[in-house]
């Protein structure tokens, strides 16, 4: 079935240094590809998305690029601030598979130190 | 415009109880999809609700069930409650329109079984 794959955390950073989450999926035809993120106590809010080949998702500092030669959709900030600590999910939405269903990866603790 | 409600956003109960949660999806989206969320098994699906119709269920005992209303509005029922079942409940809705492709999740419910 459907997977994805995330870097194991946590991770944490000084603040203004660069972020990679690395994020890779396994699927049968073309999924769309998501990042989500999630503060304490909280649910899970839409970073940014993708849904073709070569595709970039960008949001408040974040980007990801849909590689399907690659199978991955990492994503990158140039310069990370203390509000970024968070839990950030990659995730995948098959077309092939009937209904809505998202597939998660296991998420990345992220935290900022300033 | 209104996001996604759940209600209760905490609940606590014991073994074997039964339990129903409530979710209010975005106006006009007639998707509703579950997750649990568990410290060890992260997001699970669970299933997605669409007129008022069961699309696609997650691999999760029978113990678990859900039905969807004519306004969308979804409700999810967990019976013989077990330990295992501790864990943050995600609700997420959808309009389900060509090319719309992302699910917009609600806060949750923690369920705490004692």
């Known amino acids: 079935g459907d997977s994805v794959t995330q870097m194991e955390g946590p991770v944490t950073l000084s603040e203004e240094a660069f972020l990679t989450i690395n994020c890779t999926y396994t699927a049968t035809g073309y999924p769309s590809l998501f990042w989500y993120v999630q503060y304490p106590g909280e649910g899970l809010q839409l970073l940014l998305k993708a849904t073709k080949a070569d595709d970039k998702g960008s949001n408040k500092g974040f980007e990801a690029t849909y590689r399907k030669e690659t199978t991955s959709f990492h994503l990158e900030k140039g310069s990370v601030q203390v509000s970024d600590s968070a839990v950030y999910f990659c995730?995948?939405?098959?077309?092939?598979?009937?209904?809505?269903?998202?597939?998660f990866g296991a998420g990345t603790i992220l935290r900022v130190k300033s | 415009k209104a996001g996604v409600t759940q209600t209760p956003r905490y609940l606590i109960k014991t073994r074997g109880q039964q339990v129903t949660l409530s979710c209010s999806p975005i106006?006009?989206?007639?998707?509703v999809s579950w997750y649990q969320q568990t410290p060890g098994q992260g997001l699970q699906f669970l299933f997605e609700?669409?007129?008022?119709?069961?699309?696609n269920k997650g691999n999760f005992p029978g113990r678990f069930s859900g039905r969807q209303f004519s306004n969308s509005r979804s409700e999810m029922n967990v019976s013989t409650l077990e330990l295992g079942d501790s864990a943050l409940y995600l609700c997420?809705?959808?309009?389900?329109?060509?090319?719309?492709?992302?699910?917009?999740f609600g806060p949750g419910t923690r369920l705490t079984v004692l």
């Open positions: 995730a995948l939405d098959n077309p092939m598979e009937y209904g809505n269903k998202l597939v």
């Open positions: 997420a809705s959808k309009r389900t329109v060509l090319g719309e492709d992302t699910q917009y």
């Open positions: 106006s006009g989206h007639r998707s």
């Open positions: 609700y669409f007129s008022e119709t069961q699309r």
